[in-house]
């Protein structure tokens, strides 16, 4: 009978305590994303910091999944256009036309006027690259391009400056050639220069900063025809495949990640992967390595990368409260996102580029000198259709199964099949 | 009265957990499919178009995307099938044997044949990928030890092939070998007592007392392994992410690269369904060939 009567006490305090959460109108946001590694537990931070700030008023409630499965996640609850929908997510920007051309992110143009933001304060590309038919539905967060982290050890062996890491075509060339040798003296060559990885982040970023570094693009000005087998694009597919199988300098048949594992054995001398990887190589004991731009290699410095951006979802009951609470929070993060990069990503905002926190990330800062050289993947809804037989085709002449002409053509035939099917359907 | 009628309730009250668990989660979704399949369903877009056949033509026109891969990854995962199915079967069999034998140890080796089978298949690719590879991997190690060339083990198309068979035999090969176990023991022991006596050595033991009796578990192993090997799906997604180029990339990924990259999940349902149809035709082929003298 006791027990009963301290149940029901409970039962109340609980019952009063949740209304008087109601009565204050304390806002609930979720906001998803799949920061699952080092950055999920900065974002996390950030976001405990924001709720301490602004308790009673409004809550951000972070989950984090896989980015494979996130897409995947958002889109289902979407479709089901219901309450359990999140308010706030990141997107990778090349995403961002694909759901906003589905009417289900809201546009930002006002939360950005209200925020006083302009195209000054970001990096060039970056800024341009959320707004999709002239309405804005990102708000950079971050950059991520494609990064070159040299193993100081192999350089100074083959007589190179660490300092000063190859910038141009010619000196790229040579650094690759100095470091590919055999070093057991079997008559076999095992450490190599560079490498071209026929699988991610080959045909991913490696070939498209190839490929605009050749002067080449994805689709033509008005987004109706596939150019990827353009001139520019064939030469910059020639380029990976002659490094490769005749003069060397990369291994061949390298599988997934099989190239990371060269770098963290010594055995690489520049590597090319995301810029997600610095602390990761940070913690392989006994790697002397170093992070720098992607050099040129073609006619234009073009770097591939791509970017995290916040967007908010349309759902059933958006609330002028709900979007002004969720604009505050996305202010806080991003005037706090120096904070970020310590967990491997160059801040968007060129204001925070410049403080002296974001200057000690020795890797991060050395990046970021080139970061108006980025590139994005091309603006359009069905863009991961359109590039798939291009990563193919890329995979298939590194592997020196097929000629990059050849492979490059069908190629551009089978993602105009999907352009075509999806202008149709328009 | 009320009692004959309980009784007579009592065996569908036996099935009812199962049939609710069947309903929503096998009956339902099959039929939801074949819904889905009939319309032009994108998950984002509010009107999903009923367009009758018109998913299923795209696959048998030429011409279409969806007629070229569709086909290409259907092949693929024929080839796997008839790769895997034999080598699974048998070996699951010859393992059985083994475990099954007056070997010391016997509890040792029957876990060591199973472990395999609990671990995700996450964890297995991700070992047999650091095996396999082609410039820091243990095989190539010893293949070079012996004096043999390297081999681009995930990146060419026949050793890819090999691979993948191989890493699904050790991955589930236990699971049919403890079929086959509580098959073999199944057999009464007086059987090879006869035989013995009538002077049959151990093949004819084998021959004509093993197999025959353990006809009904051979068709249940065949049956079960060719459907899980027509849906295989994580070795070639991690291992080979499809290549080199779509050499072997599956129905089942395919499928899910309509649905989840393309968001053309009517489309991706008509697939699935000439899948199933396929699975069904072949499950019935098999029924007939190995199951006319059977008796459960």
């Known amino acids: 009978m006791r027990k009963r009567v301290k149940v029901s006490v409970f039962l109340v305090v609980i019952l009063l305590l949740t209304t008087g959460s109601v009565l204050a109108e304390e806002i609930t946001l979720d906001f998803w994303n799949g920061f699952t590694g080092p950055d999920g537990t900065g974002m996390g931070k950030m976001v405990e910091e ?29 479709s ?97 050639a100095k470091m590919t040798k055999d070093t057991d003296g079997d008559g076999e060559i095992d450490q190599w220069g560079t490498a071209f990885p026929p699988l991610w982040p080959g045909p991913e970023f490696i070939l498209p900063t190839l490929l605009r570094q050749f002067g080449g693009s994805f689709l033509n000005e008005d987004g109706t025809e596939v150019v990827v087998d353009s001139e520019e694009s ?19 048949d390298i599988q997934q990640d099989g190239e990371v594992t060269l770098f963290r054995q010594g055995r690489l001398g520049m590597h090319l992967n995301g810029i997600w990887m610095i602390s990761g190589f940070k913690d392989q004991e006994g790697l002397n390595f170093m992070s720098y731009p992607v050099p040129r290699m073609g006619q234009e410095l073009a770097i591939a990368g791509n970017s995290h951006n916040f967007v908010f979802f349309r759902k059933a009951g958006n609330s002028e409260a709900e979007f002004e609470a969720a604009a505050k929070f996305v202010k806080y993060i991003s005037n706090n996102s120096d904070k970020w990069a310590t967990f491997g990503q160059i801040p968007a905002r ?12 020795e890797h991060q800062a050395s990046i970021a000198q080139e970061v108006d050289s980025v590139v994005f993947p091309p603006k359009h809804p069905i863009a991961s259709s359109i590039l798939t037989p291009y990563y193919e085709a890329v995979n ?27 202008l149709q359907t328009q | 009265m009320f009692k004959k009628y309980l009784r007579k309730l009592t065996p569908y009250l036996f099935i009812t957990p199962h049939l609710i668990f069947f309903t929503a989660f096998l009956a339902f979704p099959a039929f939801y499919g074949i819904y889905i399949s009939l319309h032009k369903w994108e998950p984002l877009s509010f009107n999903k178009p009923f367009i009758g056949l018109a998913n299923y033509q795209k696959l048998f026109t030429s011409g279409t995307l969806q007629n070229r ?24 069999l010859l393992l059985a044997i083994l475990v099954d034998s007056k070997i010391k140890y016997k509890g040792l080796f029957r876990s060591i044949f199973y472990t395999p089978v609990i671990l995700s298949v996450t964890s297995v690719t991700l070992i047999w990928m650091w095996m396999l590879d082609s410039q820091t991997g243990l095989i190539n190690y010893f293949f070079n030890q012996l004096g043999l060339e390297s081999v681009a083990w995930l990146s060419r198309e026949t050793p890819a092939w090999i691979s993948l068979v191989v ?130």
């Open chain 1, 396 to 422: 298939l002449a590194i592997l020196g199964q097929e000629e990059p002409a050849a492979a490059l053509k069908d190629a551009a035939e089978a993602g105009q099949m999907a352009l075509d099917e999806y």
């Open chain 2, 69 to 92: 891969y569709f086909w290409n990854a259907l092949v693929n995962t024929l080839q796997f099938v008839i790769f895997s199915v034999p080598a699974l079967v048998l070996i699951g």
């Open chain 2, 167 to 296: 890493t699904t035999v050790w991955w589930t090969a236990g699971h049919n070998m403890l079929l086959f176990l509580a098959g073999l023991q199944d057999i009464p022991q007086h059987l090879y007592e006869a035989a013995k006596i009538d002077g049959a050595s151990i093949f004819e033991q084998f021959w004509y007392i093993t197999l025959p009796s353990l006809k009904p578990t051979t068709l249940f192993v065949t049956v079960m392994t060719t459907v899980a090997s027509f849906n295989v799906f994580g070795q070639p997604f991690m291992m080979t992410q499809g290549g080199p180029g779509r050499s072997t990339q599956v129905a089942i990924m395919y499928i899910q690269q309509e649905a989840f990259t393309n968001y053309k999940m009517g489309s991706a349902a008509a697939m699935a369904i000439v899948v199933s149809l396929f699975i069904i035709i072949i499950g019935i082929f098999q029924f007939k060939i190995m199951s006319s003298d059977v008796k459960y």
């Open chain 1, 234 to 252: 064939i030469a910059a597919l020639e380029y990976a495949v002659d490094l490769v199988h005749n003069k060397g300098y990369s291994p061949t």
């Open chain 1, 50 to 78: 924001f709720n301490k700030e602004n308790e009673g008023e409004i809550e951000v409630e972070m989950q984090v999944m896989q980015w494979g499965t996130y897409y995947q996640k958002v889109v289902t609850a979407l």
């Open chain 1, 80 to 176: 089901t256009r219901s309450d359990s929908s999140p308010d706030i997510g990141i997107m990778h920007v090349d995403r961002v036309p694909e759901f906003a051309s589905k009417g289900v992110l809201l546009d930002l143009d006002q939360v950005v006027a209200d925020l006083g933001w302009s195209k000054d304060d970001f990096s060039n590309s970056v800024w341009d690259a959320g707004i999709y038919e002239g309405n804005r539905y990102g708000i950079p967060l971050d950059v991520h391009p494609l990064t070159m982290y040299i193993n100081k050890d192999l350089f100074e062996e083959a007589g190179l400056d660490p300092e000063d890491p190859p910038k141009t075509p010619a000196e790229f060339m040579d650094a690759a």
């Open chain 1, 350 to 361: 060129n204001s925070v580029r410049d403080t002296q926190a974001f200057k000690s990330l």
